[in-house]
């Protein structure tokens, strides 16, 4: 039992190490980017030593690659929370885009996901992260209406990369001051446009 506890213990501290360093290193790259912060700032910030760094991650860009997966995550953990299974599939795909904008509006997000990452990590990497949660969770919400007769049936990959783009440049755009509601209502008239003909409808604005 002791030495149970004894290896939780060491194990909520190595989390709490490798938090601590996600943290510090996600402020800085976000205040003064990616090539301007240095790993001898991040431990500082964090608290540990340089030791600790290369313990957990390889070089400042494995720490990068970890603050970017973590902030795609959460985007599509908000996109999924907005999205529940009780919605329509239209109603869904519009909630959890509207989700997707508000998310990206987190100070420094738009720069760690969509200009800094691709630049650090490579376009293929990013793909591969974004895969994995944001344009999965697109991707889900456009099977389900396809599979719904919500929407037109398309090649599925092509779709739901084409629309991830779309939603992205909508991103940066509202980052640089446009405004939410044109971007908005372009974006679900272009959902809407995806629909049967026969079931087509105005896309709605708040």
Same mark, same amino acid.
């Given at each position: #039992?002791? #030495?149970?506890? /004894?290896?939780?213990?060491?194990?909520?501290?190595?989390?709490?190490?490798?938090?601590?360093?996600?943290?510090? *290193? $996600?402020?800085?790259?976000?205040?003064?980017?990616?090539?301007?912060?240095?790993?001898?700032?991040?431990?500082?910030?964090?608290?540990?030593?340089? /030791?600790?760094?290369?313990?957990?991650?390889?070089?400042?860009?494995?720490? %990068?690659?970890?603050?970017?997966?973590?902030?795609?995550?959460?985007?599509? &953990?908000?996109?999924?929370?907005?999205?529940?299974?009780?919605?329509?599939? $239209?109603?869904?795909?519009?909630?959890?885009?509207?989700?997707?904008?508000?998310?990206?509006?987190?100070?420094?997000?738009?720069? @760690?996901?969509?200009?800094?990452?691709?630049?650090?990590?490579? =376009?293929?990497? #990013?793909?591969?992260?974004?895969?994995?949660? /944001?344009?999965?969770? @697109?991707?889900?919400?456009?099977?389900? &209406?396809?599979?719904?007769?919500?929407?037109?049936?398309?090649?599925?990959?092509?779709?739901? *990369?084409?629309?991830?783009?779309? %939603?992205?440049?909508?991103?940066?755009?509202?980052?640089?001051?446009?405004?939410?509601?044109?971007?908005?209502?372009?974006? #679900?008239?272009?959902?809407? /446009?995806? *629909?049967? &003909?026969?079931? =087509?409808?105005?896309?709605?604005?708040?």
């Amino acid at each position: #039992m002791q #030495m149970e506890s /004894g290896r939780r213990s060491n194990r909520d501290r190595t989390e709490a190490t490798r938090a601590d360093l996600i943290r510090a *290193a $996600r402020r800085l790259f976000t205040e003064k980017s990616y090539a301007e912060t240095g790993t001898p700032e991040i431990v500082a910030a964090a608290g540990v030593t340089r /030791g600790a760094l290369y313990h957990h991650f390889a070089d400042k860009q494995a720490l %990068f690659a970890a603050v970017v997966e973590q902030e795609a995550e959460i985007v599509a &953990a908000q996109v999924d929370r907005a999205s529940p299974s009780s919605l329509s599939a $239209r109603d869904a795909l519009i909630a959890g885009s509207d989700a997707y904008l508000m998310a990206m509006r987190e100070p420094g997000r738009t720069r @760690l996901l969509l200009l800094d990452g691709p630049a650090v990590l490579g =376009r293929a990497t #990013m793909d591969e992260i974004d895969n994995r949660h /944001g344009n999965r969770s @697109l991707r889900e919400g456009l099977v389900a &209406a396809m599979r719904a007769q919500a929407m037109t049936r398309l090649p599925v990959e092509a779709l739901t *990369a084409l629309l991830a783009a779309a %939603f992205d440049r909508a991103a940066l755009a509202i980052e640089a001051g446009n405004s939410p509601e044109d971007y908005r209502t372009v974006l #679900m008239s272009l959902i809407d /446009g995806l *629909a049967p &003909a026969r079931s =087509r409808s105005p896309a709605r604005t708040r």
